[in-house]
């Protein structure tokens, strides 16, 4: 545009100059901007103490340590502290029950994943009404004939695999039937997925990228927590054949405990649109970005008692009645929370019933899951379970 409307006959050079001129200009008021915005930035951290910083590293390095280090900071630094990914980009974790609900209830921008997730403003709404429908309870109970399908697929490949001594790896299979379901139940698409892996494989992907990313859970796959059944065992089995799906009490709780200690979203990031302050004064200003510590506050020990001990006796409607609202999101919570958080409810606990009334489940005590949160919480070296048939006669 500039060379349109200059005057033909100008000096090339004045030009360059004038469009270097043009950039400079551009080039300061950005980074005043960006002064200004960081000013205002560390004067609201200030109230926000973390762990010690690396001026270069900031303060996260490896993957795989990083949930524990977490939790030993959120000892320290109590409701919410800074993490610095290098010495420009930092996250404000949230890991307090009231500053999440503060959050949630905004829209806010997504940070994260592809589609809706990264939408934000008109569109999202727009994509997210038109969806929404689609997920509501009564239109997902015919979808349970689709899950069942995919799961007893699952199971079958299982029997095959037991073998005496050897436990079998769970969450690749598992990611492979929730990716068959999906296709099943929003695309009516039968991919035989879980057989013939062409499907997948067709993404230009060579044979060891596919095969590493299915150990580690696929690419589609979310992480499902996989239930090991002890004592309640034989007590969930029976409750899941007499129960119809919207009820199955316990299994439910066992689901819901399961999600707790191992929230399959560690973490939701957000921009705040707007500042925004906090019940008890503190505040953060427009631009921050956020991250509301599911991982965190699942494990605050205000809100539960002995957070590391696995017990679905906290989601007894008695004992859960008192509960804070935001101290259990495993789905998010507000506007942006989980569309499918009714359909993968149902998926869990068709693909837990089932599984229980075929097989008994027991851990491999040397391949105990090590923990690594990515997009979705994995497990670094797979789920290895020994499964057990069980004789019904
Ligand atoms: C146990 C399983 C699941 C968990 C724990 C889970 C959790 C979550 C969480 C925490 C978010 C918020 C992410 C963010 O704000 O950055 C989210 C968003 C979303 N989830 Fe899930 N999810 C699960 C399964 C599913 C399934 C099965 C579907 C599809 C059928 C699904 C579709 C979505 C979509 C479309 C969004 C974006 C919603 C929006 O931005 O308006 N999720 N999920
Ligand atoms: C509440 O939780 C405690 C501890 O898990 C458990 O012992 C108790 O039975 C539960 N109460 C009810 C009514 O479910
Ligand atoms: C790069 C890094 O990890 N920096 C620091 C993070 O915080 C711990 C203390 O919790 C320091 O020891 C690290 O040097």
């Given at each position: 545009h500039i060379l349109l409307v200059l005057p033909p006959g100008k000096d090339v050079s004045q030009i360059l100059y004038l469009l270097t001129m043009l950039c400079l200009t551009c080039m300061v008021l950005k980074a005043i901007k960006l002064y200004q915005w960081r000013r205002k930035l560390n004067k609201a951290l200030k109230s926000f103490p973390g762990p010690p910083v690396h001026w270069l590293f900031g303060n996260i390095t490896g993957r795989g340590k990083d949930l524990d280090k977490l939790l030993e900071w959120s000892k320290k630094y109590a409701r919410a502290f800074p993490v610095w990914f290098g010495k420009f980009v930092v996250f404000v974790s949230l890991n307090d029950a009231d500053y999440a609900k503060a959050v949630c209830a905004r829209g806010g921008k997504s940070r994260a994943g592809k589609g809706l997730l990264t939408l934000h403003g008109p569109k999202w709404f727009q994509h997210r009404k038109l969806l929404t429908p689609g997920f509501h309870y009564g239109v997902l109970k015919p979808y349970v004939s689709l899950i069942t399908k995919s799961t007893q697929v699952m199971l079958d490949k299982w029997e095959h695999l037991i073998t005496q001594e050897k436990s079998v790896e769970l969450f690749g299979h598992v990611s492979l039937m929730t990716l068959d379901s999906i296709l099943k139940c929003a695309?009516?698409?039968?991919?035989n997925c879980q057989i013939d892996r062409s499907p997948v494989r067709s993404?230009?992907?060579t044979q060891q990228q596919q095969e590493e990313e299915e150990r580690a859970g696929g690419s589609h796959g979310y992480c499902l927590p996989v239930l090991l059944h002890r004592e309640g065992g034989c007590h969930s089995i029976s409750l899941a054949c007499r129960d119809d799906l919207g009820k199955m009490p316990y299994t439910t709780m066992c689901i819901k405990e399961s999600i707790r200690i191992f929230?399959?979203?560690p973490f939701v990031a957000r921009q705040l649109s707007k500042p925004i302050t906090f019940h008890d004064g503190r505040y953060l200003p427009e631009g921050t970005l956020v991250g509301i510590n599911i991982y965190l506050i699942h494990r605050d020990p205000s809100l539960w008692k002995d957070p590391e001990v696995f017990d679905p006796?906290?989601?007894?409607p008695e004992n859960s009645?008192?509960?804070?609202?935001?101290?259990?999101v495993p789905f998010s919570?507000?506007?942006?929370?989980?569309?499918?958080q009714q359909f993968a409810m149902i998926e869990m606990k068709v693909a837990i019933a089932l599984s229980l009334l075929r097989f008994e489940f027991s851990p491999n005590p040397a391949k105990i899951p090590r923990k690594i949160p990515q997009v979705v919480l994995r497990s670094k070296n797979g789920i290895h379970v020994h499964l057990k048939k069980i004789d019904w006669h």
């Open positions: 695309f009516s698409h039968e991919s993404t230009g992907k929230p399959p979203v006796m906290r989601f007894s009645s008192q509960r804070h609202s935001h101290a259990f919570a507000g506007a942006r929370n989980c569309i499918g």
